[in-house]
T-cell receptor, first 114, second 111 residues
Framework: EAQVTQNPRYLITVTGKKLTVTCSQN?????MSWYRQDPGLGLRQIYY???????DKGDVPEGYKVSRKEKRNFPLILESPSPNQTSLYFC?????????????FGEGSRLTVL | QKEVEQNSGPLSVPEGAIASLNCTYS??????FFWYRQYSGKSPELIMF????GDKEDGRFTAQLNKASQYVSLLIRDSQPSDSATYLC???????????FGTGTRLLVSP
C-alpha cells in the first residue's frame, strides 16, 4: 500500500529534550515536506526537500532541522523543543512532476512540549 | 507573502443542500489550485484540482476558477453528513516549491 508513515503519532515531551519525528514514504517520490498545523494558522511549511541531499527552508523553519540521506526518509529534528512548537505535524510527499501538485500526507504527529 | 484566504466558518447546510466554499488568493501568477478535505484529527486528502478558468466537475463536487478575480470555489451538491469536515484551499506557488494553504472552512451538514 502506497503511504507516508510518521512516527511517533503522539508525543509529550519537556522543553529542551531533543526529539526526532520520522517520516518514510514508499512511493519513490522525489519531493518531501514537513508542515505544522495550528488553529487559525492553517498548514505552514517548515522544510522541504526536492531530492536526496537537497533541503530548503519553508515558511517557519526556526527551531527545526531536517536531513535527506535516503530518498524514502525525511526526519524532522527538534534540537531543543520549546512550548511554541506544540503542534500537529504532517509529513507529505509528491512525485516530481509538473502536471500536478498533489501532496500525499502522513497521518500526522501530535507533539506537546511542556 | 503569498496568501490564500478562506472564511473559517462554520458553514452550516442541511442534508441535500448545495454547499458553496470560497477561496481567494494573492499571487496573480498562480496556475494550479487544489481543494483538500480534512476530517477532524486526520490528514488532508485531495478532492479536486483545477488549472483552467471555468468549472470542473467530479461527481457531487464542482470546482470553479476565475483567475481574473483570483477566486476559486468548491460546490458540493446533495451534501451529506459525511461531508462534514474542514475544506482547505491550496494554491501552487509560481516557483512550484510548495502548496500554500488557506486556513480552511469548516463545513457542517446536518441530517
Amino acid at each position: 500500500e502506497a503511504q507516508v508513515t510518521q512516527n511517533p503519532r503522539y508525543l509529550i515531551t519537556v522543553t529542551g529534550k531533543k526529539l526526532t519525528v520520522t517520516c518514510s514514504q514508499n512511493m519513490n517520490h522525489e519531493y518531501m515536506s514537513w508542515y505544522r498545523q495550528d488553529p487559525g494558522l492553517g498548514l505552514r511549511q517548515i522544510y522541504y526537500s526536492m531530492n536526496v541531499e537537497v533541503t530548503d527552508k519553508g515558511d517557519v523553519p526556526e527551531g527545526y532541522k531536517v536531513s535527506r540521506k535516503e530518498k524514502r526518509n525525511f526526519p524532522l529534528i527538534l534540537e531543543s523543543p520549546s512550548p511554541n512548537q506544540t503542534s500537529l505535524y504532517f509529513c507529505a510527499s509528491r512525485p516530481d512532476r509538473l502536471d500536478t501538485g498533489e501532496l500525499f500526507f502522513g497521518e500526522g504527529s501530535r507533539l506537546t512540549v511542556l | 507573502q503569498k496568501e490564500v484566504e478562506q472564511n473559517s466558518g462554520p458553514l452550516s447546510v442541511p442534508e441535500g443542500a448545495i454547499a458553496s466554499l470560497n477561496c481567494t488568493y494573492s499571487d496573480r501568477g498562480s496556475q494550479s489550485f487544489f481543494w483538500y478535505r480534512q476530517y477532524s484529527g486526520k490528514s488532508p486528502e485531495l478532492i479536486m484540482f483545477i488549472y483552467s478558468n471555468g468549472d470542473k466537475e467530479d461527481g457531487r463536487f464542482t470546482a470553479q476558477l476565475n483567475k481574473a478575480s483570483q477566486y476559486v470555489s468548491l460546490l458540493i451538491r446533495d451534501s451529506q453528513p459525511s461531508d462534514s469536515a474542514t475544506y482547505l484551499c491550496a494554491v501552487k506557488d509560481t516557483g512550484f516549491q510548495k502548496l500554500v494553504f488557506g486556513t480552511g472552512t469548516r463545513l457542517l451538514v446536518s441530517p
